[in-house]
């Protein structure tokens, strides 16, 4: 496909069955008119974003509160708006890519909000985004039923509340171009699912619903509320229609909970608490600080380690305040055919669960129906028939800058055998993303774009602080890739010749072992390795 449209947009991604229906020339009218609108602001915040941390890496910044928002902060009467049909009660959330199967398991999963992720859940090849974006379409529409394995999948009564996570505003949409360059991946992803979905969901008694990742600041969160506003007056819906959710997966945006809340007050349905890109983010910032912010495997840094509990209570707590939902992080175990093992795994996430149910929270995520189950029963046995605790303000609960900070309280070791898992998990959750998957079971974890990239920033501190193992042995440069060459060939002679791990390999040894930590894992390898190709 090589069309242009008012002589400016250009689609250069390859056609499939049916994207006609979803890339018409009033959809794509639709995205330019909100990536003029705002691509030079884009520009300016990611521009900040870069400067800020290098401000950090160079010591010239730390994080705090801001001064310049202490009055918002200290406002006990505004609220955001009440929460909307189908997100009232938000007990469980499944996540996952947008491909046809999973958008019919977890509609029918029991959950009562599924999270159709475009963005960490999927690797971000055309045909993945487009068809992803049909999915959505059939699905909203009860036109989805199809078979497969000799199994028919059909949505059944009482589906789950589909809400969309549009890529983050770092990453393009490389085969969508206005004179010339790419447009916005966020604006792309949202644009086409509110387009084309928007009023038939609010026929349907729901609305468009969306989940916003990535967010570093509230500079960030207006402009996305400006977003919504231009869109909803461009279709002629009531300003306030759309809902979203802010994934708090930056440790620069826990500092602005209530700016982010405030600035999208008339579209906020509340806060997650994306506990997987937070450590990410922490490691990226931190990197180049001192050995207080160097963390051990990443098995050791677990919900309960002071820092990360003083993120997920504050987040209850402002939400509270604010009237906006609090949901919690990922259960990331699959289920597997070994009965102890998964009895042993299950009781993790019902412990897991029971801490966010007990503090506060409203619902959690969980990243396979088969932990649909645990993770209702648990906060149905807080929250009973109530559809939430938003009553539960935590106003016991004082957090401060320095309580967010302190990373040296995970404790904890480095060992060779974090090391090695590190790079295994990142080698194979990289040759499932170049070859389309995004979401990609490894280990009895579903690991995605998040923990790969937990994995290579940790060897790339760990390097830079010439981090001792616990038996003594200094990590170099030199173990590091003898370590990756072992583990390359052992991950090879377990998925076969027909893989992308030499990509792999190369990936991990620029965003892992290079002299500088590249932002993200993925922007490099999208531009570079990922085509129009069906896959």
């Not at 491909?99 to 055309?126: I, Y």
Request: glycine share 8%; with cysteine.
């Amino acid at each position: 496909m090589a069309d242009r449209f008012d002589h400016r947009l250009t689609v250069t991604g390859e056609t499939a069955d049916r994207f006609d229906e979803i890339l018409t020339p009033a959809a794509l009218a639709f995205v330019a008119k909100l990536d003029n609108a705002f691509a030079e602001r884009r520009r300016e915040l990611l521009d900040e974003r870069r400067r800020r941390r290098e401000r950090i890496a160079a010591g010239e910044e730390t994080l705090d509160f801001l001064a310049e928002t202490a009055a918002i902060r200290a406002d006990s009467s505004w609220q955001v708006a009440a929460p909307a049909p189908g997100l009232e009660d938000r007990r469980v959330e499944i996540t996952g890519p947008t491909d046809r199967r999973m958008t019919v398991n977890a509609l029918n999963s029991g959950a009562k909000v599924w999270l159709a992720d475009f963005e960490d859940a999927t690797s971000p090849t055309w045909h993945n985004v487009v068809g992803g974006q049909l999915n959505l379409y059939d699905a909203i529409r009860r036109n989805i039923d199809f078979e497969a394995g000799g199994k028919r999948y059909v949505i059944g009564e009482n589906p789950a509340t589909p809400v969309a996570r549009p890529r983050g505003w770092h990453l393009v949409e490389k085969h969508v171009r206005i004179d010339g360059r790419p447009v916005s991946a966020s604006l792309f992803d949202f644009g086409l699912y509110f387009f084309h979905n928007a009023k038939r969901l609010v026929a349907k008694g729901l609305g468009p619903y969306f989940y916003l990742p990535k967010l570093e600041s509230h500079h960030e969160a207006r402009l996305w509320n400006d977003v919504f506003r231009l869109a909803q007056r461009e279709i002629g819906l009531p300003q306030g229609t759309i809902r979203a959710t802010v994934l708090i997966e930056t440790i620069t945006a826990a500092f602005e909970m209530d700016e982010i809340l405030y600035e999208l007050r008339e579209h906020a349905a509340g806060l997650n608490a994306g506990r997987w890109d937070y450590i990410f983010s922490m490691i990226k910032t931190f990197g180049h600080a001192g050995a207080d912010f160097v963390l051990p495997d990443r098995a050791d840094v677990t919900m309960t380690v002071p820092f990360m509990r003083a993120y997920t209570e504050r987040l209850v707590q402002t939400c509270h305040r604010r009237g906006a939902h609090a949901i919690g992080g990922m259960a990331a175990f699959v289920p597997s055919r070994d009965p102890e093992a998964n009895a042993v795994a299950l009781e993790k996430v019902r412990e897991d669960k029971q801490r966010e149910a007990t503090d506060g929270f409203d619902g959690s995520w969980v990243a396979h129906p088969g932990l649909v189950p645990t993770c209702r029963e648990v906060f149905d046995g807080v929250l009973g028939d109530r559809p939430h605790q938003l009553d539960r303000t935590r106003e016991d609960v004082d957090v401060t800058a320095a309580d967010l900070l302190d990373v040296a309280s995970a404790g904890g070791e480095v060992t060779e055998d974090g090391v090695r898992g590190n790079i295994n998990v990142a080698l194979r959750y990289l040759d499932a993303w170049l070859r389309g998957t995004g979401a990609a079971a490894i280990h009895g974890l579903m690991e995605d774009a998040a923990t790969a990239e937990i994995a290579r920033c940790q060897v790339w501190q760990w390097l830079r602080h010439d981090t001792k193992l616990t038996d003594g042995t200094a990590l170099t440069r030199e173990l590091v890739t003898e370590w990756l060459d072992e583990e390359l060939a052992a991950v090879r002679a377990d998925l076969g010749d027909e893989t992308r791990l030499s990509d792999a390999r190369e990936i991990f040894v620029e965003t892992a072992l290079g002299e500088k930590l590249p932002g993200f894992l993925t922007t490099g390898a999208y531009a570079r390795y990922l085509t129009n190709a069906t896959v």
